[in-house]
C-alpha cells in the first residue's frame, strides 16, 4: 500500500471543512485480487464513523452526487473514503464482472477498516454499480448501513427477453439502507422496505438537477442510522 497527500491548489491536501474542522485528502494506492485500487480518504480530526462510496459505471469518484455526499457526511463528523476500482485505475472503460468487483471491493473495505478507519462504525455505499457492489457486499464488510444513490433497479429491456430486476440485491440487505433517486430515473424506482427508506429527489440517473436535496437525505440520514449502530452494540 502507497499513500500522499495531494498538494494544495487543486481542491485537495489540509483545508478548513465546512463546519470549521480539519480535513486532509489522502491518496492511497491498494492492493486487490484483481489489480491496484485507489481510495481517496478524506479525513476530520475527530470522526464519530466513517462513509465508504463506490463509483457508478460511467463517471469516476468525480460524480456530482458523490462530491455532494462527501460533503454532506463530512458535515456529519464523518470519514468519508472515495472508491476507485481497479479496472477504473487501469484506463479500462468497462467495468470489471460482479464478481471481481466485489472481491475489490471487499479488499479496500477490509484494508481500511484494519488502518485509516479502524474501530469507526462502517456505512459504506455508492452510486448505480457502486451501489450494487455495496449491497451484495454488505454482511461481508461488517456494514451497519448502506447508502446508495441512484440504485439502478431495472436494467434496459433487450427485446424478446423479459424484464429484469435487481431489486433481490435491495432485498438482500439486512442493515438499515437509504436509496437516494432522481424522480425520472430510466432504471425505475426502487419500493421502500422494513430496512428501506427511499427518499426522491428532482432528477434522473444523474442526480444533479437538485444536489442540494441529495446533501439533505443524506444529512438528515446519517447520524441516526450511526447511532442506533453504536447504541445496539
Given at each position: 500500500?502507497?499513500?500522499?497527500?495531494?498538494?494544495?491548489?487543486?481542491?485537495?491536501?489540509?483545508?478548513?471543512?465546512?463546519?470549521?474542522?480539519?480535513?486532509?485528502?489522502?491518496?492511497?494506492?491498494?492492493?486487490?485480487?484483481?489489480?491496484?485500487?485507489?481510495?481517496?480518504?478524506?479525513?476530520?480530526?475527530?470522526?464519530?464513523?466513517?462513509?465508504?462510496?463506490?463509483?457508478?459505471?460511467?463517471?469516476?469518484?468525480?460524480?456530482?452526487?458523490?462530491?455532494?455526499?462527501?460533503?454532506?457526511?463530512?458535515?456529519?463528523?464523518?470519514?468519508?473514503?472515495?472508491?476507485?476500482?481497479?479496472?477504473?485505475?487501469?484506463?479500462?472503460?468497462?467495468?470489471?464482472?460482479?464478481?471481481?468487483?466485489?472481491?475489490?471491493?471487499?479488499?479496500?473495505?477490509?484494508?481500511?477498516?484494519?488502518?485509516?478507519?479502524?474501530?469507526?462504525?462502517?456505512?459504506?455505499?455508492?452510486?448505480?454499480?457502486?451501489?450494487?457492489?455495496?449491497?451484495?457486499?454488505?454482511?461481508?464488510?461488517?456494514?451497519?448501513?448502506?447508502?446508495?444513490?441512484?440504485?439502478?433497479?431495472e436494467p434496459p429491456r433487450r427485446a424478446g427477453k423479459p424484464p429484469q430486476s435487481r431489486l433481490?440485491?435491495?432485498?438482500?440487505?439486512?442493515?438499515?439502507?437509504?436509496?437516494?433517486?432522481?424522480?425520472?430515473?430510466?432504471?425505475?424506482?426502487?419500493?421502500?422496505?422494513?430496512?428501506?427508506?427511499?427518499?426522491?429527489?428532482?432528477?434522473?440517473?444523474?442526480?444533479?438537477?437538485?444536489?442540494?436535496?441529495?446533501?439533505?437525505?443524506?444529512?438528515?440520514?446519517?447520524?441516526?442510522?450511526?447511532?442506533?449502530?453504536?447504541?445496539?452494540?
Amino acid at each position: 500500500m502507497s499513500s500522499s497527500v495531494l498538494p494544495l491548489g487543486r481542491g485537495d491536501g489540509v483545508r478548513s471543512g465546512s463546519i470549521g474542522s480539519i480535513f486532509r485528502v489522502t491518496v492511497l494506492e491498494l492492493d486487490t485480487p484483481h489489480g491496484p485500487a485507489r481510495a481517496h480518504l478524506h479525513s476530520i480530526e475527530e470522526p464519530r464513523a466513517a462513509l465508504v462510496l463506490g463509483h457508478g459505471a460511467g463517471r469516476g469518484v468525480d460524480a456530482p452526487d458523490l462530491v455532494t455526499a462527501t460533503e454532506a457526511a463530512r458535515s456529519e463528523e464523518f470519514d468519508v473514503v472515495l472508491v476507485e476500482q481497479p479496472y477504473l485505475v487501469a484506463g479500462r472503460r468497462s467495468p470489471a464482472s460482479a464478481p471481481q468487483l466485489d472481491a475489490a471491493w471487499i479488499s479496500v473495505v477490509e484494508q481500511l477498516c484494519a488502518g485509516e478507519l479502524a474501530s469507526l462504525p462502517l456505512v459504506v455505499g455508492g452510486r448505480s454499480l457502486g451501489a450494487r457492489v455495496a449491497c451484495r457486499t454488505a454482511e461481508t464488510t461488517g456494514a451497519v448501513a448502506v447508502l446508495c444513490l441512484a440504485f439502478p433497479l431495472e436494467p434496459p429491456r433487450r427485446a424478446g427477453k423479459p424484464p429484469q430486476s435487481r431489486l433481490p440485491e435491495l432485498d438482500a440487505v439486512m442493515v438499515p439502507t437509504l436509496v437516494v433517486q432522481g424522480e425520472r430515473d430510466r432504471f425505475g424506482m426502487p419500493p421502500p422496505g422494513p430496512t428501506r427508506e427511499v427518499v426522491k429527489v428532482p432528477g434522473d440517473h444523474g442526480l444533479k438537477a437538485d444536489l442540494e436535496a441529495v446533501a439533505a437525505a443524506v444529512r438528515a440520514w446519517l447520524p441516526g442510522v450511526v447511532a442506533k449502530a453504536v447504541s445496539a452494540s
